[in-house]
């Protein structure tokens, strides 16, 4: 249908109401995507339009509808009511319908926050931070004591920390005079001037190579037992 007139939109929603399968959400086959689709043909034979082109239409209507709904809403005038000719004919068998989506979807929205559970002490911290809003509300609970979970969690943290600190510990104590020796000297030569610095390192390591000649040069002289 190229030109969509007022009195084939009107058609079109009392051909609509007739088929709450389609749009009451409480209807048993609602869920139901081929008697859903059925549906739908009913509708293309009787206005003989296209399915697709049907279903367009039905959004744009709806999206119209729920803008109107949204203004009477926002306007303290009980008596306002929209003028858009179509306005009455939708709101007569779909006012109650979304007026409870609407509903649903605000409560849904007021439930979804952010919470955080802190433990602190023997006592635990719930805070939460309601939409719309930045700061942060909190509402303390009764103590857990008795906390059997609590009371495990803790002293698991504290036999890692004991584990960890007797490694660190142990790692320290490992250190023998080598060790020291070399930290040492190290730290000597870090108080050197750069060339000094390279001096010293190539003389300390000719120390090792001719140590390690002298001592392979003894081991070839001896016997083999």
């Known amino acids: 249908m190229g030109d969509w007139t007022n009195d084939c939109i009107l058609k079109l929603l009392e051909l609509y109401r007739d088929e709450p399968i389609l749009w009451d959400p409480n209807h048993k086959y609602h869920k139901d995507r081929r008697r859903c689709h059925n549906a ?3 509708l293309s034979d009787a206005l003989q339009v296209p399915v697709t082109e049907l279903k367009k239409k039905k959004d744009s209507i709806m999206a119209t509808y729920r803008s109107h709904l949204r203004k009477k809403k926002s306007l303290t005038d009980e008596d306002y009511k929209p003028v858009w000719f179509a306005y009455e004919a939708m709101d007569a068998f779909l ?71 007797n490694v660190l510990n142990k790692r320290s104590n490992e250190d023998d005079e080598c060790d020291l020796f070399t930290k040492l000297l190290a730290k000597k030569l870090k108080k050197l001037p750069n060339h000094e610095r390279e001096l010293f390192m190539y003389e300390i390591d000719g120390l090792f190579i001719k140590r390690s000649n002298q ?8 016997p083999n037992s």
């Open 215 to 222: 001592v392979n040069q003894i081991n070839l002289t001896l």
């Open 40 to 42: 739908w043909i009913r």
């Open 95 to 165: 006012g109650q319908i979304v007026n409870t989506q609407h509903t649903i979807e605000s409560a849904k929205n007021h439930s979804e926050v952010n919470h955080e559970i802190i433990p602190v002490n023997n006592e635990v911290i719930v805070s939460w931070t309601p939409p719309g809003q930045t700061a942060e509300t909190r509402q303390k609970f009764q103590p857990v004591e008795n906390s059997s979970e609590l009371q495990e969690a803790t002293k698991e943290m504290k036999e890692a920390f004991g584990i960890l600190k």
